[in-house]
């Protein structure tokens, strides 16, 4: 379903792309595209998070679509458009396409199924999740449009998620505009810097602390202590999905 329609905003910019080859920099972060901009922080606009799936178990979230999501993102509604689909077969398909692509998904589905998820929803592998089991995942970022700063992904840090009013206020948003729509699912969030913002909003209780995975590191291949930080909470990780799952 959808939550938001900025895709209808942002139509006539999608449909004036090129068809079916890569997107650069200089035809996606544009003005025309630009949500909004505080300073050296932009935030675009990217159609692969305006679709909630309300029927998940699994809620996987990351810190905000990189370039390559965003990238994927717009070939791949540009196509959908071509073909006349709705605004929700776009968002759903997009979706479908971009998150976690490349080799960042098979890092995180590696280390779903050592925790044992898969058997925990009756699959195979986590791999499903992102095939024939979709219908028990929900993916989005706390910050759920592409930022940018000085034109490079946010990595979370310089400026401080929590403390700029406009990553603040975003994240808030997510929180409030997707979550409750999945009020059961499993929320795994993605790193320390998605961590640490989740706990401050389970702090302000707009969060239950009950549904969160703590401990789960950043599956990108850039994360060089994601093996280490993985080893050092793998067993209270384990401990949590049979304490969630025994609940259901």
Same mark, same amino acid.
């Given at each position: 379903?959808?939550? *938001? ?11 004036? !792309? ?7 920099? =200089? ?25 909630v799936?309300? =029927? ?32 929700e ?16 998904r098979?890092? $995180?589905?590696?280390m $779903? ?10 699959? *195979? ?13 929900? *993916? ?18 310089t400026?401080? +998620?929590?403390?700029?009013?406009? +990553? ?10 997707? +979550?409750?729509?999945?009020?059961q699912?499993?929320?795994?969030? $993605? ?56 609940? !259901?």
């Amino acid at each position: 379903m959808l939550i *938001t329609h900025y895709l209808d905003r942002y139509r006539e910019a999608i449909l004036a !792309l090129p068809l079916h080859r890569r997107l650069t920099k =200089d035809e996606l972060l544009t003005e025309t595209l630009l949500m909004e901009r505080n300073g050296k922080v932009e935030m675009y606009y990217a159609p692969h998070n305006e679709y909630v799936n309300p =029927d998940a178990k699994i809620v996987i979230i990351g810190l905000t679509p990189g370039w390559s999501q965003m990238e994927i993102a717009f070939r791949v509604a540009r196509a959908c458009l071509e073909e006349g689909r709705s605004d929700e077969e776009v968002c759903q398909r997009v979706k479908e396409a971009a998150r976690f692509a490349g080799p960042m998904r098979q890092n $995180l589905i590696s280390m $779903l199924d050592e925790l044992g998820l898969h058997h925990k929803l009756q699959l *195979t592998s986590c791999s499903e999740l992102f095939e024939s089991g979709q219908q028990l995942l929900h *993916t989005t970022s706390v910050l759920r449009f592409p930022v940018f700063v000085n034109k490079r992904n946010y990595n979370g840090t310089t400026p401080p +998620l929590l403390t700029h009013p406009l +990553l603040k206020r975003e994240a808030r948003s997510t929180i409030e505009e997707q +979550l409750d729509y999945m009020r059961q699912a499993l929320i795994i969030p $993605l790193g320390v810097s998605v961590e640490n913002g989740l706990r401050q909003f389970v702090e302000e209780r707009l969060l239950d602390r009950a549904r969160c995975l703590w401990g789960f590191p950043h599956p990108s291949g850039a994360n060089g202590h994601r093996h280490r930080q993985f080893a050092e909470h793998v067993k209270a990780m384990k401990k949590k999905l049979d304490a969630h799952f025994c609940t !259901l």
